[in-house]
């Protein structure tokens, strides 16, 4: 049985169905052809740049996440780099985030001319929170906590540490639409949040898009201007900026899924609750991180541990198991990272967790049939 990792074909072949019929009263079919429709309507009125549906999708976006504004922009990357370079951060200052991320966070502090300095992680495959002032010097400007997997970071102990050092706090929220730390959302804590709408993210539009999300009417303002070269208007550019704009087609498409994206987590959370409850019984063999009440984890992707890992992930491919590993090599290690001069046994946390750490497909279109041979395939391996 194949299991894939990716859901996009399935996403397209059967519409949002499953995850919709979970939902009374919600619509079964025909989904690709009402974006396409609304696509149709877009290309007829030529109304690519900046056009209404980039603002429709904006407002829909800060509703969901609870803040009072939302910028489109082209990526989650440059969500990151534009509220950095909006906040006025560049070469100098040094910007403090999670050892364990998808390398994006850190280009994007690089691409500002900052200095990134990493803190390692903890069991939820965030940053360890109590390490963080620790890395804090005369220089550092700002905190990106990263959402990883979806798991929401403790957000009140994170602000009362930016508080009390005066930092600003950027949420890398990129996995994690939906998730929630004590019941409000994450991207909402910060004075930014920046969200990725890549196609392998949960809400996962036809291309590259990102959103800015912020309650500060001066840095949306910045943002504005800074995605679109500096541009007040046709005839006067006030700052040098750059060409980031949410293309309107990708808005037509975003503001259709945002209508699934409750039964998107939702979907998620239940497989992971199923994967949580048969794993266990294959301790000590696997191991879980751990589950908290007060956090909405949105199961962007769904971790854990495993011993004799490789072996397994092995086992898995052959077996027809999309099994990943987010990631192999820690981000200090990487050549690119090189610059920043640090060295093997400096984040023992990040590092120990990637030679067991692995991923299952998680996606809201899994049956119950192929969750039941991923579960049989671990099983089997460690003959349990
Ligand atoms: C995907 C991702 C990004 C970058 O988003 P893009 O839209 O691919 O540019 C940044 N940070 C994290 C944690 C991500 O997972």
């Known amino acids: 049985m194949k299991v894939g990792y990716s859901y996009l074909e399935t996403q397209f072949r059967q519409g949002l169905a499953r995850a919709r019929a979970r939902k009374p009263g919600a619509p079964k079919e025909g989904w690709t052809e009402e974006i396409l429709a609304d696509v149709r309507r877009l290309i007829a009125a030529g109304d690519f740049t900046l056009g209404a549906p980039v603002g429709q999708f904006e407002h829909a976006f800060a509703a969901l996440v609870g803040t009072a504004y939302a910028v ?74 990263v959402h990883y997997t979806g798991s929401p970071v403790d957000m009140e102990a994170v602000l009362a540490i930016a508080k009390r050092r005066k930092l600003h706090v950027i949420e890398d929220a990129c996995q994690s639409i939906h998730a929630a730390y004590k019941g409000r959302p994450v991207g909402s804590w910060g004075i930014a949040g920046a969200f990725s709408l890549h196609p392998l993210k949960n809400l996962n539009i036809w291309g590259d898009g990102g959103m800015i999300v912020t309650d500060s009417v001066k840095l949306r303002d910045r943002l504005l201007l800074l995605r679109n070269h500096g541009m007040q208007n046709r005839d006067e550019y006030s700052i040098f900026g750059y060409n980031s704009r949410l293309d309107s087609l990708q808005a037509v498409v975003g503001l259709h899924l945002m209508k699934d994206v409750e039964a998107i987590t939702e979907a998620r959370i239940e497989n992971a609750r199923r994967y949580d409850r048969a794993l266990a019984r294959v301790a000590p063999h696997v191991w879980l991180p751990p589950r908290r009440p007060e956090k909405r984890h949105n199961f962007h992707l769904y971790m854990f541990h495993a011993s004799k890992r490789d072996a397994l992930l092995g086992r898995l491919h052959e077996a027809g198991i999309d099994a990943k590993v987010h990631y192999p090599i820690p981000l200090h290690l990487q050549r690119c990272c090189r610059e920043l001069g640090y060295a093997r046994g400096d984040f023992p946390v990040a590092e120990a967790q990637a030679k067991t750490m692995l991923t299952l497909p998680v996606h809201q279109h899994l049956t119950a049939g192929q969750r039941a041979c991923v579960l049989r395939t671990i099983r089997e391996f460690y003959g349990r």
């Open 72 to 145: 489109g922009v082209n990526s989650g990357t440059d969500a990151l780099f534009l509220t950095l370079k909006a906040l006025g951060i560049g070469p100098g200052d040094e910007v403090i985030t999670a050892v364990n991320t998808f390398i994006a966070t850190v280009g994007a502090i690089q691409a500002t001319g900052a200095r990134t300095r990493f803190v390692d992680c903890d069991e939820e495959f965030t940053i360890a929170v109590a390490k963080i002032e620790r890395a804090i010097t005369p220089r550092t400007r700002a905190i990106i906590p």
